[in-house]
């Protein structure tokens, strides 16, 4: 299959999840316009691309082990047969819909690259899930973005109705917190001493990404947007991405180093990570939204520019957009040097997959 | 003014909020029909006169102080002039609009009555009150209860529209966590080692009685049985008002008590007082919206019997509805009896405003 690459200036031949090595020799960099970072760019693309052939990392594999774990976490916190069933079942639906666990791998990863044991912050990898799987339900909601397609199924207020859509998203979001804070959620190992503070310095990353710093803020910016005469200006639609979707990736990493145990340094050097592939990602979407069908994407395909929505491409045009997502694909891998290449592995191919993933 | 006391079987002179002596005395227990506790509700009755003299404790005083304090911490949680400011605002109008504060006020006098500083639990107290308000916004909504009035004003989504009622109630909830995770909402007094296994126990008490074990599962069994042509059964009915009202007082009052440093034992004892005043709180609640006006209650009164819901007096009548909810203020006080009589004095005389509140 011939899949169109987002960060390509033409159609190349390209796996879903790319390995690094094939990505950091993609054409994409070289037809990339010059930029003031050219230099560092493309020593951290040999860096990657070395550091990919020594680990022999497989980041296919890698993926679906965590997937198959967080899907494990996930089924198990929602009881199946339990009263009231109706909302466990319309629960279930909406957080065991697949989807590619992008979050949880993020948070799983940064708690083994500052040398966490990954059992530390599953229930955390399994709560950002619950918070994603909740904005998208209620962001789907007729009232809000009205979307009847979601990971190629219909959303959850097209099976369940509305009001139980509504309460979906509460339950999901109480239950985030609830199996962050649950004692019996975690390994007996962590440490006694700590990890309390741990995890409320992690509750509060997780529940500042949600609120009006974050996921909400990001979703009533873009509402006010959306369909309005006046032009959005760049740094609006950059709020609206920050907030809409860096955030939670960015609390996801965040996260993940707190429980690992990581020094404040190495979280505020991942913190710097998750924000750039944060908006990466976002970039990302908005280039796939114009360039890929409604098959290929499992959701409503072209329907930022339908809907008259300000996107990166209509902003900048393709080729820009693709330009400022390689500089901060290059500025995510640059905060990844001063750890051990073995164990930034994992996290340097998220943000490549985040980069050059088809859906 | 002859207000209509929802536990009295006649009309009698009573304020608002009435202080216990009165209360111990007033109509209701001489009327009320014999049952096996008969001989320990008479022995408590006295014991809670003879406290409420002793301490001569001035409930509207003190509920008047709280209410404050809780309203300046309210405040302050959210900013008035920072965007995005459609949000902020419909927040603070939510959560703002008054209201008895109720669940700030069992908090913080839970952590008092196990010798804990009120301050250590401030946090919480906003906190419960922001779960609350989430949880009237969301249960307004169109496609829920379709409620046009609440505390005396237009709901939130008449005044901001639906897209952002739903995303109001979603940033209250997680400004809820953040507030009792962020170490700055302490004091600097609180205990360093224990402290945020406290936060972290807390949270998790938070959460559960949010979803679907709490808030969001009496919802849906509340939303499954309106309109319903089935009789609802009395333990349905239970389930909706322990899960919908009871769940939440029952975390105000742990998560006080455990902020406040209580024993286990002493937390579970408040834990059942927390129970019993919680289905007493619905009980109150059904009875005074077939007894009261609009005017009186500041929302929509008479609405259950227009939109056919069961409650208490349509099940059992208005006489066993009292009689029902006069055991389970007996049961409260009977909880309390093991706590420091002066100390216990705020939380018995919220059990007796839950149970002779006029709206």
Known sequence: MAAFHPLAASRVRISPLLPAASAATAPVYACAAPYSRRRRFSAIVATAAAAAAATEFDFN???????????????????ADEPPASLHEAMRYALLAGGKRVRPALCLAACAVVGGREAWAMPAAAAVEMVHTMSLVHDDLPCMDDDDLRRGKPTCHVVYGEPIAVLTGDALLSLSFHHMARTDSYPPDVDADKHPARVVRSIGELA???????????????????????????DRLEYIHLHKTAALLEASVVIGAILGGGSDEQIERLRKYARSIGLLFQVVDDILDVTKSSEELGKTAGKDLASDKTTYPKLLGLEKSREFAERLLSDARGQLSGFDKEKAAPLLHLANYIAYRQN
Do not use: H
């Not at 899907?71 to 198990?76: E, S, T």
């Not at 909400?216 to 005469?229: C, K, P, R, Y």
């Open 61 to 79: 594999t890698y993926m679906g082990e965590k997937a198959a774990a967080v899907n494990r976490a996930l089924d198990a916190s929602i009881p």
């Open 208 to 234: 500042r990404c949600i609120g009006s710093e974050g996921l909400v803020a990001g979703q009533v910016v873009d509402l006010e947007m959306t369909g309005s005469a006046e032009p959005v200006p760049i």
